[in-house]
């Protein structure tokens, strides 16, 4: 157990300090805060032991009495699961989060970025590190991805993504649970990353790890490199569903014939709504 830092910062959870976006967004992704009866909870995190730096580094930067406990269980995964806790129970400290934007209970599905000025990288660096992954994909390409429940933090991230790499991405749930799942690939991955891991940088150190890592990719010169995607808008909708054959419509918006077919079958089976006449 440790006291504060005497470096951190005099405010606890001043946003626009890079480690406490950071320490926010992975606590919003990743933390959980409960209440008690007589203004009693906690604020706590448990991690794999593997990252039990970063709850050194959260305890420093919390000028209240924090405390940090190891465990070992039987889980699904592993017959002996090591992991650390990091928590705290002050209600001060647990006044200033939830103001900020930690619900107490469940938060999956109403978490968003705060109203208040922050360090958007480092904030959105700490969701990517509690509930996204970075690395390479089967076929050896960087990617980075986030999955989210909360439709604000998914379009917080498409929107962002797009200030930094130009690349547009739409926010969909997807159909069989009912999640966002946003990824990056190739060059737009190894930009985002540097971007978000940064020299310096509050992080896990194995995801830093993999950050830096995917920057040794180089495109294969045979590899092509794919065109923008082009948005449908309701005045292509339109004409389509008035031409209502892929063929004609393929000529009519300058698009290939099998993107029109599939549009074409989202509009006729519900999946996308029909445009207004």
């Known amino acids: ?29 990743d933390g959980h805060l409960s209440q008690q009866s007589r203004q009693r909870g906690r604020l706590a995190v448990e991690l794999n032991a593997r990252d039990i730096h970063l709850l050194r580094d959260f305890q420093q930067l919390t000028p209240y009495y924090s405390s940090i406990t190891e465990r070992v269980r039987s889980t699904n995964f592993s017959d002996r699961h090591h992991s650390a806790t990091w928590s705290v129970s002050s209600l001060e400290a647990r006044t200033i989060v939830n103001e900020l934007g930690i619900p107490y209970g469940k938060k999956s599905l109403t978490m968003k970025p705060p109203l208040t000025d922050f360090s958007h990288p480092d904030y959105l660096r700490g969701i990517i590190d509690a509930d996204g992954s ?38 969909s749930r997807n159909t069989r649970d009912g999640v966002y799942n946003i990824c990056y690939y190739k060059e737009t991955a190894q930009q985002l990353a540097a971007h978000l891991y940064y020299d310096g940088c509050l992080a896990l150190a194995h995801k830093k ?48 014939e099998q993107s029109c077919a599939m549009r074409l079958w989202r509009i006729s089976t519900g999946r996308v709504a029909t445009p207004p006449q």
């Open 209 to 256: 790890a993999k950050a830096e890592s995917i920057q040794s990719w180089v495109r294969p010169a045979d590899m092509r490199i794919a065109p923008p995607r082009r948005r449908w808008t309701v005045r292509d909708d339109q004409a389509l569903v008035r031409l209502g054959d892929p063929a004609a419509a393929a000529t009519a918006l300058d698009r290939t």
């Open 134 to 171: 970075l690395g390479w994909t089967a076929q050896g390409g960087p990617y980075l991805a986030l999955v989210s429940a909360s439709t604000a933090i998914a379009t917080y991230l498409c929107h962002y993504g797009k200030q930094v790499t130009g690349t547009e991405r739409t926010t």
């Open 1 to 29: 157990m440790a006291d504060q830092d005497p470096s951190a910062p005099a405010r606890f959870m001043d946003l626009q300090d890079p480690r406490y976006a950071y320490m926010f967004g992975f606590l919003q992704a």
